[in-house]
């Protein structure tokens, strides 16, 4: 690990702002703010909104600025990444973020049944391989029904057409409300102020992928905590500048 990411480490050891449960000790760790984020950490009774893969953690602060009476969560593994926003919240004093470093298959564990209103996924890996991982899979849907709030919503934001079409197949084929999308984000007329406002927060990969011409793609659904999900069978055409560099090749054009 270089220097610049162990100081990181270390300095992230002391912010109040941030919670540390990799897979490595959560067996050993107890964990005793799942149920009680509101009273224990955020001191009030606002709404819950995770940002889950928030890298650095730019929509998170984003939008906790733009909503200070809304509690923001910022999620990932990547401790050197979320020192950005961890830092910059506790330089603003941003009383409505924290960020929690730990693998996002273990999310349940952190957060009660009905504890969050909103999940937002930013630039999330498309995981063209696996369904499994992806974290608009039916597994993860599964995942977050069990401590979201009936009809929560969940936003995808995302450069992957991969993501956004396997993404979209879930949410028609399980006929989840939806309540907006669109293929190219910042092409698209007709958005209120306050969307405009939201969607315009610009996170590091999404920068990077704009940089590059790519066509940004939002959707926002809500997740009914009734009902059987089924996975997409469908086969989706793989992101091409995605998988392009990767060593191993693989002869596959499309994806599940
Ligand atoms: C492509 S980056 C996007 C980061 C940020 N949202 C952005 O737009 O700049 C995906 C992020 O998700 C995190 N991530 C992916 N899978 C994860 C998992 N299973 N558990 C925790 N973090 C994960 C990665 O560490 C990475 O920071």
Known sequence: MSKGK????????????????????IQSVPFTMKGHWREQYFGNPNPIVLELGCGKGE?????AKLYPDVNFIGIDIKGARMWNGAKFALEQGLKNVAFLRTNIELIDRFFAPNEVQEIWLTFSDPQMKNARKRLTSTYFMERYRRFMVDGGIVH????????????????????LP?????????????????????????????SMWIERGLNIK????????????????VDIPLDEYRSYHRSKR???ETGR
């Open 6 to 25: 162990l100081a990181k480490f270390a300095e992230m050891n002391t912010f109040s702002n941030v919670f540390q449960y990799p897979f490595s000790v």
């Open 218 to 233: 939002y959707q926002k659904f809500r997740l009914p905590h009734a009902g059987m999900l089924t996975e997409p069978d």
């Open 156 to 175: 995808l934001k995302t450069d992957s057409n991969f993501l956004f079409t396997y993404t979209s197949y879930m949410v028609d084929g399980n006929t």
């Open 59 to 63: 929509y998170t602060v984003g939008l």
């Open 178 to 206: 939806l309540l907006f999308r669109t293929d190219n984000l910042y092409q698209t007329d007709g958005l209120d102020a306050e969307t405009s406002k939201i969607l315009s927060i610009q996170t590091y990969y999404e």
């Open 250 to 252: 693989s002869s596959l």
